[in-house]
């Protein structure tokens, strides 16, 4: 009954399907069928024209999208909380050449145009200060919680007003899209999103996450950084498979249905104790030691969140009984 | 009738089977079972203590090892024809912060002491200069040829001399060691390798390349390195599977034998023609335009190599029909 | 009537005497006499062996420090008010090929142990995370203030405790040996300063700095790096010949008195004003728009800082009438 | 007798007095008005709009050139013997982050279209390989000799014509235009230098070059990427009143030709054993192990070119007396 993360849950098999049927002959890298057909596909998903690549990490994409929008001697204003800042080992750095992230505030992990405004505001304007060229967002943020479409213009809005480029970290942009029931675009590009990492790996995928750039001036030397970085593949179909495997009919939708669900489950028995909204695939709940011990002796899984408190993450394939345990297990502490 | 590259043949059965029996929920990263044993496994192939790491692709594997060996204001001697060189977008300078590759000439794409020491002789020791701090050779080299037991060891003795790190890019190390018959250790540590790029791939792996550290000393940093690039994936336990599965009664030996052997058919048929000795899987041949377009037009598959050469790549898996009928095209011309 | 900065004051004539005594025939870079007895001229200082090299400029002194303490995946702990997070546009993210800085808090600019415990606590000790590799302080702090003997070495020990190396940025150092009135030794390496960016060019120097290495395994390729950077100038000797010259008779702590001396002058007209307590050179002093603008009106020239506040630096050379007469104006408002 | 380099020649009197009348209360960095002016001065040098900085070293001005050229993927070609391949410890693999050098070939360390094309023709225009995006040639080459106003042109259409920046490494620039006698125009912007390292050390300055972009969108960044570097000195008006002093009443010619002379003197006692045609002030000349000891011996210094040869440089302040000797005792071994 693991409900540890999201990140090594199993591979659906429509995907296995689909890598299984991309073997067999084909050119190399990314000259496959599967691969040139990216970008129409993300295209006709997002109703504008995209250029999309493919990368096996998350963290690879994240910092391929920022290396394409902001040079060595700037900076990325994120959120506190956000996974460039706590969970790559320095990888922004890394693939920028040394930019910096500022740090701003924001509950629920969520940034604000007044969160940018205080960030932007002591920055003088001259040669010694690292200014910023970038904001990225999370979409859901690290808290699970989603930006509204209205949210994401605001922020857009004021991005362009600085002159900077706005980049979305979407590791569960289908459990945000799932929740806000609207389309894509609404929730990403139509607010002024440039680039977009699109999650594959945490909701059924395997291998593979989706590089969109909306902006294609920035995508000009991406596939240079790709290959520079290693992450060029040379059998690069079965990544392009599994993502047009979790596209087509909307899996990648169907799939964070059923995790943003469960979640919602296991929250309706605790409504009390979160501590965040639920509005994707995470719980955040507070819960002394000793509880936590209780629900770990009873086969739980699940991550610690400071000393008083767990995070459970749902997955596209949780059990619904394990689901029904966890909700019953909590409602009784 | 493709013979253009090994490097997007079909994956191996055995590698598809060890990926489904590694689905189901497993701790992420390198935390499951699979990649938890990968240096005891590479440790038992080597008979002595490795330090291993999954990657997703040879420019990853080899470029974590040089920067584990070099500092940003030193250089890696190789061939010129290197494929750290030739074919990585200056991936070496990404991962080292800089580092210079130094150019050294030899024979069949292979470099002896003897180039080593035309490389070094002219640069002063003073801070102005550029100094190596390691030599990088491929196993087999680029010209598909085989470096003995002996030529490593010498290599590695001349490394040594000059305070120099010894990598070996193995893309193709299955090749080498199925063609000189020795035991793995032979062609590689025994003559002094300290970190070996152990490619699968090119030999019926999907997306996971083996990087063996001999000495692990410098393997302290390498994992924040492989996070830092975007190289640690979630689903780990995917590309360690696939490592397992060719190691699993030497299936990489197999698979490597089978390339060979469909290369030496080939070669058999144009003796006087050939540009490099065929000892792995690659046979180059000298052909004029015309010979190659007729050759083309009968449906082979390849891809020129100057004006007047071309390669013919034999994967793990190549058609015997597909063979002999290439075999006999090439004894008509 | 400036008060602007120290960082632009005249050159001490006896730093003119000194560089014109070292024209004429020399070796070049630091193979010249004065750039060789450096060594031993800072190991009388300090009553150590010290290894010193000159550099242009405080920020290339302090980030060839940095980068000869972390790695790239690594970080600094430091104020968030440090010149290396604030005035020198990313150098620190330039030498160490993206480390981080990690911004601490503390009254007066300056960082406790506290704080740095409040720094290392959350972070988790695996790969995800970046783990700091060092700390830096600044001697005077960037708000004028000084750390006491006792100080340093409680950030010392802390900083051991940990693993960590520690940096001091000494662009004031000779304010602040001159205000304690201790060694050298006592106000930076008798508290475990590994490395020391010792200032001269704020205290009557022209363009030298020392950067004093205590640990002399860490200074093993800094001249590497700072010929790699562009910082070892051919006719270094005159860099050497300032830096000498300040040294000689203790002019540094005759020239930092001075400045000292007119700051204490200076803050003793608004004693109720001060936004820090005035150690060294720099005083800090509550003061609104409109009485800025009368100080201004009558010919003094300084800093806003913020909109209510402003700074006053005193340089080795203030006329003693300018002094009196700020006093005076200040005293007045 | 020093004839050993002229990169630590003294510094020429006029420098020393414009340094003098440069000292006292100015604005920090390079906010004064003689920085403030050097755009206006080198744009009526050179006939036409230039954006120019100071910096301390030769390595820093074609670094910080070469990195606003060329992306971390990308390369320069230069001649094999350029000094930013031979003598900057890699610091332009640290400037660019990463950038590739190409070697070219050419008689008298000077570049041709030809060679140029040699260095592009095998480049297969794809991901894998490092492209060139710039040129880098040294006026006057490091064999002392000088590309002729159509030279430059010549490898300014080839350059462009590939769609490469062009930069000159001018550490003598002044010997070879006073070579030409032509304007500085038609030695460099005329034939399509887009950036100009225009060298002042070795011409009697003391610690600043000056780099001129023709181009001003390549100088966008560069005032970043130079405080970033530790490079923007706070007494800069010491740095440009170098500039200017050796500007005024053309100086910098006038030095030049002093040692160009001094040169053409010590070339004529010896003309057929010299290596390469004596233009500049460097005289390479073909001399025996024993003949160098003997020369040694008289108390002549300089420095060894291989086994079989030596290198004399003559600077702006020569002795006559010591050239007429070094004449007499060559045309006597």
New interface residues.
Partial sequence: M?F??D?????HPAV?SAM?AA???????DN?SLSQSLDARFSEVFGRDCTTIW???G???N??ALASMV?????VICHRDAHIE??????P?????????MLAEGVDAKLTPAAMEACIAPIRRD????WPHAVSITQASEAGCVYRPAEVAAIGACAQGHGLKLHMDGARFANAVAHLGCTPAAASCDGGVDVLSFGC??NGG??AEALVFFDPALAE?V???R?????????G???AAQIHALLAGDLWLANARAANAAAAEIAAAVPHRLLHPVEANEVFVTLSPAEKAGLRAQGFGFYDWGETGARFVAAWNCAPADVAALARALAAV
């Fill in positions: 693991q540890l993360s990140n090594a849950a199993a591979v296995w299984q073997d067999g002959a084909q050119a190399p890298y496959d990368v096996a990490s963290t690879a994409a910092c391929l040079p060595p001697h700037g900076a706590q969970d790559e080992c320095g990888a750095g890394f693939f920028t050449h040394g930019a910096k992230l040669v010694h200060r690292v790996v945490k395997m291998s030397d596939k240079y950084r290959k520079r970085a290693g992450h060029l593949q040379s059998k179909r079965f990544l």
